[in-house]
């Protein structure tokens, strides 16, 4: 089963430590460097929203 991993901006876009912050949480939840996120912009293609599906039955990183 997937689990979705979802981050929006705390103000109109997304910062760069925000962005940041999805992607800690993302390999926290077991998603690996190959997995691709979806991401939501703007007209001007600024960051919006990003989400990833992670396998659920995987685990973290690094506990196999």
Same mark, same amino acid.
């Given at each position: 089963? /997937? #689990?979705?991993?979802?981050?929006?901006?705390?103000?109109?876009?997304?910062?760069?430590?925000?962005?940041?912050?999805? %992607? *800690?949480?993302?390999?926290?939840?077991? /998603? #690996?460097?190959?997995?691709?996120?979806?991401?939501?912009?703007?007209?001007?293609?600024?960051?919006?929203?990003?989400? %990833? *599906?992670?396998?659920?039955?995987?685990?973290?990183?690094?506990?196999?």
């Amino acid at each position: 089963m /997937a #689990k979705k991993i979802e981050h929006v901006p705390t103000g109109k876009y997304m910062t760069l430590d925000e962005v940041a912050a999805f %992607i *800690a949480d993302a390999r926290a939840a077991g /998603a #690996k460097g190959t997995n691709i996120p979806h991401a939501r912009l703007s007209f001007g293609g600024k960051l919006l929203r990003l989400d %990833i *599906a992670v396998d659920a039955t995987s685990g973290p990183v690094g506990s196999e």
